[in-house]
């Protein structure tokens, strides 16, 4: 007998990052929407990971440690979700605070740079959207203009301020492909290279990316996530095979009011594909 595919969602966010629902809520959320294996994984934290788990075990629903570290690559900035590590390990933990520092310093530089455009205060209007001030980032100051008026929604906002070569935009040099992917795999945990359809990479510079993601000890790339289409799938499942990675799914869901996946509600894993789950048995964390 074929057992169906489990519900499993290990992409999302919380105000411990740029979400805007409490651990808590987005537990709730993901349990209510028939989750069945769940990680919370805030940008370059593990802050949130405790009342995420907790959370999760209180309402049966089984859970992985996650987090998803900014990685500078190619002149472009990459997402390496982690899976299944520990989050007391001390190099993980060092190397998150690490990659944190300097946000603040960037975002009153992108304010600066709005004010120049016309757009005043931003700085401050971002940081009252903040729930963890080392995490003040872009989706912060998106909200502010679109409560503002500036904006109708976030990726407007993205498109017109907060983009390379747009007035808010501030390049920053975020972790190493090789310090995010040891600092993941020394805890115990999986790496998969996040949303890779996002990147906008040429051939060669994505063959780099994954060559060297798999020579650093990285495990798995997201195939089936928010932002990809049915065909973006279909082409990292390929790559999958063809770099012999786990595949992982997740909505990458950030608030009811601007996610437009929500958690729990994608499709399946294409059955080919080995599900990364399938190599954390031994780090999920299950109720009872
Ligand atoms: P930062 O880490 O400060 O550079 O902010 C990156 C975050 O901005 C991502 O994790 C997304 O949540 C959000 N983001 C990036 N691009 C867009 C977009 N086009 N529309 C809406 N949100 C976006
Ligand atoms: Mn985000
Ligand atoms: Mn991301
Ligand atoms: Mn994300």
């Known amino acids: 007998m074929k057992t169906a595919p489990i519900n499993a969602d290990l992409h999302c966010h919380s105000v411990v990052s740029d979400g805007t629902l409490e651990p808590e809520a987005v537990a709730a959320r993901a349990h209510a929407n028939g989750v069945e294996l769940w990680a919370l994984t805030d940008h370059d934290e593990v802050g949130g990971q405790q009342r995420a788990r907790t959370a999760a075990l209180a309402l049966g629903m089984p859970y992985l440690?996650?987090?998803?570290?900014?990685?500078?690559?190619?002149?472009?900035?990459?997402?390496?979700?982690?899976?299944?590590?520990?989050?007391?390990?001390?190099?993980?933990?060092?190397?998150?605070?690490?990659?944190?520092?300097?946000?603040?310093?960037?975002?009153?530089?992108?304010?600066?740079?709005?004010?120049?455009?016309?757009?005043?205060?931003?700085?401050?209007?971002?940081?009252?959207?903040?729930?963890?001030?080392?995490?003040?980032?872009?989706?912060?100051?998106?909200?502010?203009?679109?409560?503002?008026?500036?904006?109708?929604?976030?990726?407007?906002?993205?498109?017109?301020?907060?983009?390379?070569?747009?007035?808010?935009?501030?390049?920053?040099?975020?972790?190493?492909?090789?310090?995010?992917?040891?600092?993941?795999?020394?805890?115990?945990?999986?790496?998969?290279?996040?949303?890779?359809?996002?990147?906008?990479?040429?051939?060669?510079?994505?063959?780099?990316?994954?060559?060297?993601?798999?020579?650093?000890?990285?495990?798995?790339?997201e195939v089936v996530t928010g932002s990809h289409s049915a065909s973006d799938a279909a082409r990292y499942a390929e790559t999958a095979l063809e770099f012999d990675l786990f595949a992982s799914r997740g909505s990458d869901f950030h608030s009811p009011d601007e996610s437009h996946t929500d958690l729990g509600t994608l499709p399946p894993l294409p059955a080919k594909l080995k599900p990364v789950w399938a190599a954390l048995e031994t780090r999920v964390h299950r109720p009872g």
């Open 65 to 221: 440690n996650g987090t998803e570290i900014s990685v500078s690559f190619a002149d472009t900035t990459v997402h390496i979700v982690g899976l299944g590590f520990d989050p007391d390990d001390a190099a993980l933990k060092a190397g998150l605070a690490a990659t944190r520092g300097g946000r603040r310093e960037r975002a009153l530089e992108m304010a600066d740079g709005l004010a120049k455009a016309g757009i005043p205060d931003t700085f401050d209007g971002a940081l009252q959207y903040v729930g963890n001030p080392e995490l003040i980032s872009r989706t912060h100051f998106a909200r502010f203009l679109v409560d503002t008026g500036v904006c109708d929604d976030t990726h407007d906002v993205f498109r017109r301020f907060l983009v390379e070569g747009k007035p808010g935009f501030v390049p920053h040099r975020w972790a190493t492909l090789r310090n995010a992917v040891t600092w993941i795999t020394e805890a115990g945990g999986l790496a998969v290279v996040a949303h890779p359809a996002r990147y906008r990479f040429t051939p060669t510079e994505e063959y780099a990316l994954f060559t060297e993601f798999k020579a650093h000890g990285g495990a798995g790339v």
